[in-house]
Each structure stands twice: as C-alpha cells, then as structure tokens.
C-alpha cells in the first residue's frame, strides 16, 4: 500500500450547528515538511470524488495516525471542497453532537484548542528540489485520501474563513482577509498599511481598490 501522507491547516467553527470552514492545504508557501503544494493539485482528485458522487472522509486526527483515537468512523461530513487562489477550501459538519464524543469534539473546536484541518493524501506528480533552499518537493497532483480535524497545524499561512470586520485585531489579519477577498499580495498590502479611510477616492487606483474591497465584501457578507 502507498505511503499516505498528511498536510495540516486551520479551520473555523460555528457554536451552535457545529459546522464549519477552513482550509485543509495553502498554496505555494513551504510547509513545515520542506513542501509546496502547487495550484491544481487537487482538480483531479476532486472530480474524481465527484463522480462517485461523495466528498473524502473526516476524521479525527488521522484515525490514529498521528496518535491514539477510538476509531476510524467518521467524525461529521465534509460538505464542499474547492480550489481556490488561496488553497483547498472546505466545508464541513461534525455530527454526532448530543453525544459524550460528539460534544468533546464540539468543544474543541469551539474553544480554539483543536483548530487544525489536516489532509491524507498520496502524491502523484511531484518535483524534488535540487538546490539548498529549494523545497523538499513541490507537489503538482496529490489523490486526496481524507480529510481530519487535529490538535497541531503546520502552515503557517493557513487561516480562518469568513472573518468578520469585528474580528480583525492586527493588519496581518486584514492582509489575510483581502487576500481570501481575491485581492493581490501587493493590493492588500498597500489597502491594509494605509487603511480602508486612507484610500484617497480621487485616486484613480485607490478608488478601484475601494470599490473592488467593497465588492468583494459584499459577497462574503
């Protein structure tokens, strides 16, 4: 059997109907395993979990990969993967949460204490890195085996979804949050240095950026 290999990430949740958002890989930042995982890697995989008409499982922490759990049943659903510019967005569901298991879960994720998504995978086209301070690879298609809620995130640049204006405390948070907009690196910067009262509107190119952040806040909200 192929080695199964595992990436982790951050995820978000909602306290009453335990669903929630995040992303289970980021694109082009190395990982603490010395990879990067390229936009694309996912498309085929995912349109092969399409045609079988279910997303990958979601377990807790592996199934015991990564340390000892109950058991390999699933812990909830995922309800939507997609690429995105950013990474491998994904919603899911725990279910399961009027029981003593369900509701630990629950509460961990509530409480910020069990914050990371994680993905099983094996790769299937990859670059091995020939120069110190290359990458260890960089990862061009992975199969995607599942997807698991676990205790220790490794990409520094995975972030939560959906933030709301209210919870943005420090300008790195605001330059994730343009970014997830659709904003380039070097817009959000420029946005989140200034401030969204910076922008002059007789600018030409503040006044784009202004009604591009609107826009594309809207269809977050």
Known sequence: MDRIEIKLAADDVDEKTGTFAGYGAV???????GDVIERGAFTKSLAE???LGKLPPMLLQHGGFLGPVD????????????ETAKGL???????????????????????????GLSIGYRARRFTLGTKTGEPRRRLHEVELIELSVVTFPANDRARVTG????????????EDFLRDAGFSRAAAKSIASRGFQGSDPRDEDDADLVAALRRNIATLS
């Open 71 to 82: 058991d390999l049943l699933p812990i909830g659903v995922w309800t939507q993967m997609e």
């Open 49 to 51: 979990w399409e045609k």
């Open 163 to 174: 933030a709301k204006a209210d919870s943005i405390r420090t300008i790195r948070e605001f």
């Open 27 to 33: 694109f082009g930042n190395q990982d603490s395993y």
């Open 89 to 115: 967005k994904v919603e899911g569901r725990l279910f399961a949460l009027g029981t003593e298991r369900g509701t630990y879960i629950h509460e961990g994720l509530k409480s910020g204490a069990l914050d």
